[in-house]
């Protein structure tokens, strides 16, 4: 069993309230879970108006699979949104 995780950063400098935010992050998190079988979740910055952090998990059978898996969420994340992203940590366990 293979558990693969990835934490997104993005900055979305046309965000100018925290409920603002919370309709990106939403509405991101729900269109991943309904096309793809992985966990999502904001993890980081909550507080923080223009950034978004984003921990998503998925568990394959092996390294490829987990590693197709978060490579097509991640591309679809990036062509969801407007917001830039900043930073992209992988981890495989």
């Not at 490829?64 to 490579?71: C, E, T």
């Amino acid at each position: 069993m293979i558990i693969s995780t990835v934490k997104i950063r993005f900055y979305a400098p046309w965000v100018h309230s925290l409920k603002e935010k919370r309709m990106i992050v939403k509405s991101i998190c729900a269109k991943v879970q309904n096309k793809f079988n992985v966990s999502i979740a904001e993890v980081d910055e909550q507080d923080t108006h223009q950034t978004i952090v984003l921990g998503i998990a998925c568990v394959a059978g092996d390294m490829a699979l987990a590693n197709r898996i978060i490579d097509k969420v991640l591309n679809f994340i990036e062509q969801s949104t407007e917001a830039i992203v900043t930073n992209i940590v992988r981890e495989i366990i």
